[in-house]
């Protein structure tokens, strides 16, 4: 029903990166409950001698994460290919996500695009992310976003989603 694209690079860019993501993925898969549902990571220019985002986080995710996950691997070469006009970005966001798009499951209705520091809640009588869609018509929908303190971040245990989720909804 669902496929979830996310992408990124093993920089360590931003604020405690690899905690927020693992806490991110593990939320978002903790909310995905159709055999079809997926997480797709575009894996962008990380170095070659470098393991992938995922691989480097890959023992903080949860059971249920590593089932739903699914990484493409953008090689710093193809990245160099892609910028031969130039650019000063080192990942390119819509070349990411189309890399995933192509290789997402057929049979999921929507695609959500999304970031790894997003932690979703359900509302209005859904048990999870994938009811909550299963119903709406055709669209193009868009969902703000609420800045979490970095401290939420650093107390929550990357490993137990729900207790994450249920904290978000109560501060919510």
Not at 27 to 46: G, H, K, P, R, W
Not at 116 to 124: G, R, V
Request: net charge negative.
């Amino acid at each position: 029903m669902v496929s979830v694209i996310v992408y990124g690079r093993n920089d360590a860019h931003g604020y405690n990166l690899h905690k927020r993501a693992a806490i991110s993925l593990n939320c978002i898969a903790e909310v995905l409950s159709d055999a079809d549902d997926e997480i797709l990571f575009a894996d962008y220019n990380t170095p070659n001698d470098l393991p992938t985002f995922i691989e480097a986080i890959y023992d903080t995710l949860t059971e249920k994460a590593k089932s739903r996950l699914r990484v493409f691997r953008i090689r710093p070469e193809l990245h160099a290919r892609l910028i031969a006009g130039g650019t000063h970005l080192s990942a390119l966001e819509p070349h990411s996500r189309n890399i995933a798009i192509r290789r997402s499951n057929p049979r999921n209705r929507w695609l959500l695009f999304t970031n790894t520091d997003m932690i979703f809640l359900p509302k209005n009588g859904a048990q999870d992310q994938t009811e909550a869609v299963r119903d709406l018509p055709d669209g193009q929908y868009i969902l703000p976003r609420f800045e979490l303190p970095e401290p939420l971040w650093e107390a929550w245990p990357r490993s137990d989603p729900g207790s994450i989720m249920r904290t978000c909804d109560h501060f919510g």
